[in-house]
């Protein structure tokens, strides 16, 4: 996908390992990329859960997935948000 444009990924787009482990078993599917390689997978059949998934070395001023949790905690109590699940990182990426 250019670097400028967003939307469904490639069907063949390769499942990171911590999506993997995040899922514990449930159907995986791709549904979102974003213009710095971020992902987002759906989890479970339906869709019970989603994932966002970020490679390290994206420039944080583009995307910063703690920051967004941040954003996420701090407007729950005002406002309907996704309830946030669980943040965290490896060697490779972040996620949401």
């Given at each position: 996908m250019p670097s400028w444009l967003a939307g469904p990924p490639a069907p063949d787009v390769e499942l990171?390992?911590?999506?993997?482990?995040l899922a514990a078993g449930d159907a995986v599917r791709?549904?979102?990329?974003?213009?710095?390689?971020?992902?987002?997978?759906?989890?479970g059949a339906p869709p019970s859960r989603y994932v966002k998934w970020l490679p390290r070395g994206v420039d944080p001023?583009?995307?910063?997935?703690a920051a967004e949790a941040e954003r996420l905690r701090w407007a729950a109590p005002h406002t309907p948000v996704p309830e946030l699940l669980d943040v965290g990182g490896d060697d490779d990426a972040t996620w949401l």
């Open positions: 990171p390992p911590a999506v993997r482990r791709p549904v979102w990329e974003n213009q710095v390689g971020g992902l987002t997978f759906a989890l001023a583009l995307a910063d997935l």
